[in-house]
């Protein structure tokens, strides 16, 4: 028999479990109309987001198509084209490497022909060798050293050197300063840092003492005498030319 007790704990024990219930079908609830209306939204924007999904296939289809069916078969026959060059390079012909003959491309005609490529950006930097060092056309070699790109850490600081040199020699003097001291900057953090540092920063300083920006200049040699050698002969140079610019005040 049920007493009036029993009848009472039972109506609140069924009160208390309908509360703990509804919170868990309103999430039910919830989730289907989640659902529904990310169903709804991709069944309204089935176009758009197709012709976006075509759109990122072909691009990174274009991509790999570029890479695998053009350049790198390219980058191998610029290689094949350059093979007679670097062989001339590497027995001081610059000459005839830059120029070729009926025989054979030599840079010059690489560096047209193969535009884009890693052998290209190589022998742009041999042209400009040769128009600085040996036709004396520095216009020439500086348009062939901006041409030309390196990965190699040491290459593109003495490639960012060259370019300041022969803004330099084509009495370009704030063009020259700044790239010599852009040289210098990659310079001091490179793998060659010990050779390519002193040297550039001392070529700049000299370009700055010319222009007449003293302080630019004092602050590259006190970068020298505080970073490198004692021994080097770019040091003693530095720490002379500081002590004149001091002095000077």
Known sequence: MITEIDYFCRRITLKN???????????????QQVASKTEQFFEQNRKAISLGMGAVVV??????AFQFLYNKPREVEASNAAIRADLLVEMDSIRLA???????????????NYSGTKVADRA???????????????????????????????????LTGCIGDMYVMANDLEQGASWLEKAAKQANTSASRDYTGPMYNLKASKVYMELGNNNKAEALLQYVVDNYDKRSQEYGEAEKLLAYLKAKG
């Open 124 to 158: 742009h930097f041999w042209c400009g060798v040769y128009y600085r060092d040996i036709a004396k056309d520095y216009n020439a070699a500086l348009d062939h050293f901006k041409k030309a790109s390196f990965d190699d850490e040491a290459m593109s600081v003495e």
């Open 98 to 112: 830059v120029q070729g003959d009926a025989n054979f491309e030599g840079y010059e005609a690489i560096a047209a």
């Open 17 to 31: 479990m309908s509360k703990q219930d509804t919170p868990k079908e309103e999430a039910i609830v919830d989730i």
């Open 59 to 64: 691009v990174l289809g274009g991509f790999f």
